[in-house]
């Protein structure tokens, strides 16, 4: 059974920084595509950030300097540094990790609220 297990949201100022957690099991996790998606009331799941399993990094252009995804994969674990946070960065975020045109699965969700 595959379970990915989120940690590391909450509420956090403006020019704020967090870090998301997520731990893997049930899949050989070098193998896959890792990463972040997030969904803010009203719009559709967009990708936050991506590691392939060669290590070519995808990020969303609005995060770009100020995010950074980091897997490890002897913790199976992929990680989100969030760093210069602001309000539109508010959203439910979700682990994913993706054998491309295979397998695909998500975390249950954590909430991040950028607010003062």
């Known amino acids: 059974q595959v379970q990915l297990v989120e940690s590391g949201g909450g509420l956090v100022q403006p020019g704020g920084s967090l870090k998301l957690s997520c731990t893997a099991s049930?899949?050989?996790?070098?193998?896959?595509?890792v990463g972040w998606y997030r969904q803010a009331p009203g719009k559709e799941r967009e990708l936050v950030a991506r590691i392939t399993s060669s290590g070519v990094y995808t990020y969303l252009d609005s995060v770009k300097g100020r995010f950074t995804v980091d897997r490890d994969n002897h913790k199976s674990a992929v990680y989100l540094q969030m760093d210069n946070v602001k309000p539109e960065d508010t959203a439910v975020y979700y682990c994913?990790?993706?054998?491309?045109?295979?397998?695909?699965?998500w975390g249950q969700g954590t909430q991040v609220t950028v607010s003062s």
């Open positions: 049930g899949i050989p996790f070098k193998n896959y595509y």
């Open positions: 994913n990790t993706e054998y491309p045109n295979l397998h695909n699965y």
